[in-house]
């Protein structure tokens, strides 16, 4: 596609339920990564998907955090068991490959606003 | 530890004057520099970067950044403001992966908020 696509823009959820936000990055990129916007906070990294290789999961916050890449192309971020405090903006963004050499943008969709009650 | 740090909350600045928001990091081995712009209920857009090269780095819509390794520095900047550009402003680095930095993931500062007035 033209960019990156996230959906939904806004989700409402009540403690304790389990959520799925879904990224659909530009076609033809390889790299795909996960961040959490939170007020005040800035942006804070996730996790982060190359090709088929195993996906860096150093920035999850818990384990109530999971993510999956199907196919090299739309990832699914899951939140389970929600928590008030996981009320933020989450951010999906991706790239061309990365690597040592490589200088390429992340380019960023317009974000998920998950708000639990 | 790599680290970015936006000093400034807010920057507030007349149009037609110009401005600058600041950014320091530090980082091991030679840092890939970004800045992003966010306008409200939108993502991020890439602004532009420093790799290797000339200091002074031209980019979207009128700004530019100077790095300056000597400080750990790359100031945003653009010579005269527009009331459009009221915007959150982020910096952001990625680590030298000979240097056993991130694997790609960006460091973000924690934004600074830009409001321009007529």
């Known amino acids: 596609g033209a960019g990156v696509s996230q959906s939904p823009s806004n989700k409402v959820t009540e403690k304790g339920k389990d959520v799925e936000l879904r990224c659909d990055p530009i076609?033809?990129?390889?790299?795909l990564y996960w961040y959490r916007q939170s007020l005040g906070q800035g942006l804070e990294f996730l996790i982060y998907?190359?090709?088929?290789?195993?996906?860096?999961k150093s920035g999850l916050p818990s384990d109530r955090f999971s993510a999956e890449r199907t196919g090299g192309s739309v990832s699914t971020l899951t939140i389970q068991r929600t928590q008030q405090e996981d009320s933020a903006v989450y951010l999906c963004?991706?790239?061309?490959?990365?690597?040592?050499?490589?200088?390429?943008?992340?380019?960023f969709g317009a974000g998920t606003r998950l708000s639990v009650l | 530890a790599q680290s970015v740090a936006q000093p400034e909350d807010q920057v507030n600045v007349a149009e037609g004057n110009p401005l600058t928001v600041k950014c320091t990091y530090s980082v091991s081995g030679n840092p890939y520099l970004f800045w992003y712009v966010q306008y409200p209920n939108r993502g991020l857009q890439f602004l532009l970067k420093y790799i290797t090269g000339d200091n002074l780095v031209k980019g979207s819509y009128g700004f530019e950044a100077e790095f300056n390794k000597s400080q750990t520095s790359f100031h945003l900047k653009k010579p005269s403001a527009l009331v459009s550009d009221s915007a959150l402003y982020f910096c952001?680095?990625?680590?030298?992966?000979?240097?056993?930095?991130?694997?790609?993931?960006?460091?973000f500062g924690k934004g600074t908020k830009l409001s321009v007035k007529p």
């Open positions: 952001a680095v990625r680590g030298d992966m000979n240097y056993g930095g991130s694997q790609g993931n960006l460091i």
């Open positions: 076609s033809g990129h390889t790299a």
């Open positions: 963004a991706s790239s061309r490959a990365q690597g040592a050499k490589s200088k390429n943008i992340q380019y």
């Open positions: 998907f190359q090709g088929n290789s195993a996906p860096d």
